[in-house]
């Protein structure tokens, strides 16, 4: 039987085969620790969870909600753009809440994509960036991660050879995979190049508040005309340890907005009413979580990179985001990243994200995310050790190292 049309147009699951290694490690006795899926462990704030606890069961609250959000909870959304980027939003025409910024991203491609409209995007970029508009029957065409000068280049061969001309971009940082971050400077020049050949831009911003050189992420929407081109997409998976909750925003562009609006007014009625409460009191709330989330991660991060790099592999250290990522280590590096990934899950009982994943251009590295305790990420360091000791006779049969050269 035929695929059907959409379907055909998502490529195979890449990580398939190294979820099946880790479920026939794990069935075989061995504590696999996993460092792949960026699924935050840390526990949601207490009084985000009272929150939630006092307002089930109320009066009306299980009844169908607002799926462009609760007044309330825009409102709130709004406050925070204000006192963290000195950006003003209006609530009301500015603010969408969404089922997690990736559903957010995923219907704002459904509600602006025209069949063949070409779409630039980082490479390697978090999945949804790409897929979104090709389920959208959009065509991507690939530009560099990183936020310099080849990036920009990249954008104006595309402008000048896209038939027919691109539509929107997107842009991440701190970025998913990458851990690249960008600047002010940088957003600027995006909002110029996307005014100069007429684009919609669209930032990820879900690790806005995961830094850790005491220098926080700018909005692309504090750069002045942003909001004539922009819409910028937040989560509080990662700000507030709630990635099970699904809460995410959409703000910018009231156009843009809208028609996020009006698409998502189709598909769904919003998140459960004391979800969006318990979200309303998080934004409002106390931000000693925030920062403890952030040593957190910075802990970890500091004992993944001196631990791993003792152990023979030297990990840059990531000045943002909850990712590490990790150039393959020699004498592996001519091995691609699924083969590696699946051999670090079956010699070394470590599990990472592989590269490719994320884009072709990924193939040469590992995503690690910070998502064990130190004491964790110490032992994934014991156990790469004496991988790294002995691989080299133990190299996975399917690609023999000596051939792969």
């Not at 006192?83 to 969408?96: C, E, G």
Request: proline share 8%; charged share 20%; hydrophobic share 40%.
């Amino acid at each position: 039987m035929e695929e059907f049309h959409r379907i055909r147009r998502l490529p195979p699951y890449v990580f398939e085969q190294v979820n099946r290694a880790k479920a026939a490690a794990r069935n075989a006795g061995a504590d696999i620790i996993d460092l792949g899926m960026g699924n935050p462990d840390l526990p949601a704030p207490a009084h985000v969870v009272e929150k939630l606890k006092e307002t089930v069961g109320k009066t009306r609250t299980d009844r169908y909600s607002a799926s462009k959000g609760i007044a309330g909870l825009r409102r709130a959304q709004a406050n925070y753009y204000g006192r963290r980027f000195s950006v003003k939003l209006n609530p009301d025409t500015q603010v969408v809440a969404t089922l997690g910024s990736k559903e957010g991203f995923a219907n704002m491609a459904q509600a602006i994509t025209a069949p063949g409209d070409v779409v630039l995007v980082p490479n390697p970029s978090y999945p949804i960036h790409a897929f979104g508009f090709l389920m959208a029957g959009g065509v991507i065409r690939s530009v560099p991660c990183a936020p310099g000068p080849e990036l920009f280049h990249a954008l104006e061969r595309a402008c000048m050879h896209s038939i027919p001309k691109p539509t929107a971009l997107v842009v991440c940082y701190p970025s998913n995979p990458t851990a690249e971050v960008a600047d002010l400077d940088f957003y600027k020049d995006v909002v110029a190049f996307a005014k100069k050949h007429d684009l919609i831009v669209l930032s990820d911003l879900a690790y806005a508040e995961v830094y850790f050189d005491d220098n926080p992420p700018p909005s692309i929407l504090q750069v002045p005309g942003a909001f004539d081109v922009a819409v910028e997409f937040t989560s509080m998976s990662k700000t507030f340890s709630m990635p099970g909750w699904r809460m995410g925003f959409a703000v910018g562009n009231e156009r843009l907005i809208a028609a996020l609006a009006r698409v998502k007014s189709y598909l769904d009625y919003g998140a459960f009413t004391p979800v969006q409460v318990a979200a309303t009191a998080a934004l409002n709330g106390p931000e000693d979580c925030i920062r403890e989330m952030r040593e957190t991660y910075k802990r970890r991060r500091d004992v993944l990179v001196e631990s791993f790099g003792r152990a023979g592999w030297e990990i840059p250290p990531p000045r943002a985001s909850m990712f590490a990522w990790c150039p393959i280590p020699k004498p592996f590096d001519t091995l691609g990243s699924i083969e590696f990934a699946t051999m670090l899950v079956e010699k070394a009982e470590v599990a990472v994200a592989p590269g490719v994943g994320f884009g072709e251009h990924g193939d040469g590295f590992v995503r690690i995310a910070l998502v064990e305790n130190e004491q964790r990420i110490r032992q994934a360091a014991r156990n790469l050790r004496r991988f790294l000791e002995t691989g080299p006779e133990k190299l996975h049969n399917v690609v023999p190292l000596a051939q792969s050269r």
